[in-house]
């Protein structure tokens, strides 16, 4: 813009706006592209986060109080994001358990749910899953209608719609508009953007609000039967070339109201709008409709969310258990190659754990731990990332909507890794164990699972802390690499702790994988009293050499048990604190 010769420091995105919106009404948003229609939608919605907003909205002479109104509204983006691993009719109890009022109980929540379904033509839909966007599930216009359906079954009073009919054909058009129509016959406010609709989907609507660039009005009213008002309006300014017969007047009215055409006409649409009658009209409607009855009460409610913080955890948990047993491609490929790792490592280290006549059979033992550690521990942490980062657009949505607060998704999230986790340990653990031949009692069978468990924990918890403070996959990759690359160097393996200069010893505290390799390791050598070929027994050069002791076995489980806490609330207080989505 500045380039342009543009030389404000703040660019208006929309500029003096006023109009009313009502039960009952379908609203056309609608204007040139640049016009500000999504960004007005979203200050309306409460959904812009960044610039500067300046001005009233007020809900039937209320001031607006983003909090309360997000219970009575819903919000249809453009762009159809759903958790893809949940059936259409799971989406939409996901929706309506959290969002209706606590005191609705069990069967009519269900009741309600499938009468929304029948009212979008969703029964034929119930048990498909919604996938991925062009390549599995819904088509993109049943996705349109889920899009609408996960936003009613929520009772919303107001409901706004980013381009409800954009990338659709005709006949999933119209079926989408007859949708919308049933919703407003409900009695429910909605209120649509569109750009460059049909005939037949214009004249759907009732209402139309007009923007120019610089997010001008230039009309707001009704659009008339056939649109007779709209076209008289606009016939009506002096040089307007009149509407050839059979032409689309939205396309018309975009057409005729350019700023090229205000320049070759002489007149400036904005102002012509503000000196008509129309605008008076709907100036005093405005000030009717802010005129609250006597006794009249301001929308209220006593807490935040719809559901307690305990419920709001249990359904996060209940869709996260649907969507992790139903990805194969996650779950089933970690649990194969910690199978397939453990083979290999296996055979590379066929009985080694057997061996302890030497030094070097101690070094080889501590290197076969921390190798196999560190990459599958680096490859879960990898791995899990697109899991995270994929469910975050979602929780964006669902926050916005009011859903649920950030902390119980958080720790959903974060108690759903752990059987998984255990799982792939278990597989793993038993392989390796048996393969390499360690001491086959249970103590030291079960310590080793369970450092396992920990520490291939840890590593995930570390996947979900860097992806949370990251914009990006880009950007996460680059931290996870720098953090396993610290993790292996200090891990105690390469330079032992008591090698290392005095000046850097105290990062070791620090590195989770040089705790987890002290485990893993003392649990195994810990107390063997098998003296090596330099006379010192196995547990005297651990101490000596590591500077690992047997007895802070059980503060080394507690350290790492601690850091895998660690990880998990910077990822939650991220998730509450951080946005990474501008609108």
């Avoid at 500045?2 to 009313?20: C, F, M, Q």
């Avoid at 390796?432 to 291939?456: C, D, H, P, Q, R």
């Avoid at 002791?549 to 991220?574: C, D, G, K, Q, T």
Wanted: proline share 4%; glycine share 8%; charged share 20%.
């Amino acid at each position: 813009m500045k380039d342009k010769g543009v030389r404000e420091e703040k660019l208006v995105l929309l500029n003096g706006l006023s109009g009313a919106f009502r039960p009952g009404v379908l609203t056309a948003l609608m204007g040139v592209s640049g016009a500000g229609k999504t960004t007005l939608m979203d200050v309306l919605a409460g959904r812009k986060n960044t610039g500067y907003i300046q001005g009233e909205i007020n809900i039937s002479g209320f001031p607006k109080n983003q909090d309360s109104f997000a219970r009575v509204s819903g919000y249809c983006e453009q762009s159809d994001i759903h958790s893809p691993l949940l059936t259409v009719y799971e989406s939409l109890l996901y929706s309506a358990w959290l969002r209706l009022p606590p005191n609705i109980d069990t069967n009519t929540r269900e009741r309600f749910i499938e009468e929304v379904m029948e009212l979008i033509e969703l029964k034929a839909l119930r048990e498909m899953l919604v996938g991925y966007v062009g390549i599995s599930g819904l088509s993109t216009e049943q996705r349109k209608r889920m899009t609408i359906a996960v936003e009613l079954v929520a009772n919303p009073s107001i409901l706004f719609m980013d381009e409800p009919t954009s990338g659709l054909d005709a006949r999933a058009a119209a079926i989408v508009m007859r949708t919308i129509r049933n919703t407003v016959d409900t009695g429910r406010t909605v209120v649509c953007t569109i750009h460059q609709p049909s005939i037949d989907i214009f004249e759907s609507f009732d209402e139309l609000f007009l923007l120019t660039r610089g997010g001008e009005e230039i009309y707001v009213g009704p659009i008339g039967h056939h649109s007779s008002q709209l076209i008289e309006y606009f016939e009506g300014i002096r040089g307007v070339e009149k509407i050839n017969e059979g032409y689309n007047p939205a396309t018309w009215a975009l057409e005729v109201t350019t700023r090229i055409q205000e320049d070759v006409l002489g007149v400036k649409f904005s102002q012509v709008y503000k000196n008509s009658n129309l605008y008076m009209r709907n100036k005093d409607l405005i000030k009717e409709l802010n005129m609250a009855p006597p006794h009249a009460q301001d929308i209220h409610f006593s807490t935040k969310y719809s559901q307690s913080y305990f419920t709001q955890f249990q359904a996060c948990l209940w869709k996260l258990n649907k969507s992790y047993w139903r990805n194969i491609p996650y779950n089933a490929v970690r649990l194969s190659f910690a199978a397939a790792v453990g083979i290999m490592y296996g055979v590379i280290f066929w009985s080694l754990g057997k061996r302890r006549g030497t030094r070097q059979d101690i070094f080889n033992s501590v290197g076969a731990l921390s190798t196999i550690i560190g990459f599958l521990g680096s490859q879960s942490a990898a791995t899990v990332r697109p899991v995270v980062i994929a469910e975050r657009t979602v929780f964006y949505r669902e926050t916005g909507a009011g859903m649920y607060s950030a902390l119980p998704y958080a720790f959903s999230q974060v108690i759903i890794e752990i059987p998984y986790t255990i799982a792939q340990a278990c597989i793993y653990g038993v392989i390796v164990y048996g393969m390499i031949g360690y001491e086959w009692t249970a103590s030291k069978f079960f310590l080793n699972i369970f450092f396992t468990f920990i520490s291939i924990l840890y590593y995930i918890y570390s996947g979900f802390m860097i992806i949370s403070v990251s914009p990006n996959q880009e950007t996460a990759a680059i931290l996870n690499g720098v953090i396993s690359s610290l993790w292996n160097v200090f891990s105690g393996f390469t330079i032992p702790r008591p090698r290392m200069p005095m000046w850097l010893r105290w990062f070791t505290y620090l590195c989770p994988g040089w705790w987890g390799l002290y485990g893993l390791t003392i649990a195994q050598y810990g107390d063997v009293e098998t003296r090596l070929d330099t006379g010192e027994k196995v547990l005297e050069f651990m101490k000596n050499y590591y500077g690992y002791e047997h007895n802070f076995l059980w503060s080394v489980a507690l350290v790492l048990i601690a850091f895998s806490f660690l990880f998990v609330f910077i990822y939650a207080f991220s998730v509450k604190r951080l946005n990474f989505q501008k609108r």
